[in-house]
T-cell receptor, first 117, second 110 residues
């Protein structure tokens, strides 16, 4: 058990809908990362938050947004869903960011499997 | 730019050693990682190595790093059926986020 909790485990929804994925980081971790895993794109970095602030942005679509709350949990919001958004969405957490990030391994949750029909 | 490459498939007999190879491009990476993903599961951190090290051993796992060639390998000794999984190599950037390879599927046969 990595200590990172993601809910829900599975989500089935229709095109055009909006969903929210939730992540609770490991106790003491300040950084949260979101990744998307699909068969054709592999593991793609979406976005990183550190202590409530956005730190880095990757291949995140404009239809997607995220935030990290004062209690450090994070939510990833996916809107106007398309069939191609079907994927496994992972959250990871680590202790630090910035100058201390390099020695903070990422610990991953078990993911949320999103199916868009 | 950042790019991590791995071979896609490895078949190994139970009891033999497995060697999974990876090449990376970002010479500023400070740590390099190996993650394991079993079917339907998340990514499990297996081990990681600091970029100024050549080798790290952890029980059945041995990581070798050739920084000059930007080559990383993971050796699994006495491979077991429970080692069947996808193994991802990853490098970090200064903010800690990881760039992953496409993953190597390891199949262990009896």
């Amino acid at each position: 058990d990595s200590g990172v909790t993601q809910t829900p485990k599975h989500l089935i929804t229709a095109t055009g809908q909006r969903v929210t994925l939730r992540c609770s980081p490991r106790s003491g971790d300040l950084s949260v990362y979101w990744y998307q895993q699909s068969l054709d794109q592999g593991l793609q970095f979406l976005i990183q938050y550190y202590n409530g602030e956005e730190r880095a942005k990757g291949n995140i679509l404009e239809r997607f947004s995220a935030q990290q709350f004062p209690d450090l949990h994070s939510e990833l919001n996916l809107s106007s869903l398309e069939l191609g958004d079907s994927a496994l969405y992972f959250c990871a957490s680590s202790v630090g960011a910035g100058q201390y990030a390099y020695n903070s391994p990422l610990h991953f949750g078990n993911g949320t499997r999103l199916t868009v029909t | 730019g950042e790019d991590v490459e791995q071979s896609l498939f490895l078949s190994v007999r139970e009891g033999d050693s497995s060697v999974i190879n990876c090449t990376y491009t970002d010479s500023s990476s400070t740590y390099l990682y190996w993650y394991k993903q079993e079917p339907g599961a998340g990514l499990q951190l297996l081990t990681y190595i600091f970029s100024n090290m050549d080798m790290k051993q952890d029980q059945r796992l041995t990581v070798l790093l050739n920084k000059k060639d930007k080559h990383l390998s993971l050796r699994i000794a006495d491979t077991q059926t429970g080692d069947s999984a996808i193994y991802f190599c990853a490098e970090n950037d200064s903010w800690g986020k990881l760039q992953f390879g496409a993953g190597t599927q390891v199949v262990v046969t009896p």
